[in-house]
């Protein structure tokens, strides 16, 4: 059983964006702004990757399902974030239980979706890093 953990979301998941249009609306509890420490963001195109990296931060939301929707949400980002189980070699990202920090600086465990090992290691290399850690800061 996966434990009913909020959502840490960086991207195309923000408030605002596509996704969360698509996935979020409607079926949240509670969100409020976030921050992931120790990630660096990189440009996809077209949506972001969140990579481990000591001293960096991402900033995002800390998403919470609505009471009763949290099965079929999770199911429903793992397929958005092409994420198939842990240690899956076709994982897009791999779903982590990481802290988020909120705004008063109290942190809490969530679900989010770093950028699986090989594509890590290829946007270290070469990708484009977005400056403050901030999808909408991109534009």
Known sequence: M???????VYGTLRPGEV?????????????????LPDALL????GYPYAVPHPGSEVVGELVTAAPGA???????????EE?????????????????AVRPDGTRTAAWVYL???????RL?????????GDWFGRR
Do not use: K, Q, W
Request: charged content about 30%.
């Open 19 to 35: 996704n969360h249009d698509l996935f979020l609306r409607g079926r949240t509890a509670a969100e409020e702004p976030a921050r």
């Open 83 to 99: 994420y198939h189980g842990p240690d899956r070699p076709l994982n897009v990202y791999d779903r982590v239980r990481r802290d």
């Open 124 to 132: 270290r290399e070469s990708g484009t890093e977005i400056p403050g």
């Open 115 to 121: 950028a699986a090992p090989l594509l890590a290691r």
């Open 42 to 45: 990189y440009d996809g195109p």
């Open 70 to 80: 949290y099965g079929r949400l999770l199911a429903e980002l793992d397929r958005l």
């Open 2 to 8: 996966t434990a009913e953990l909020p959502f840490f």
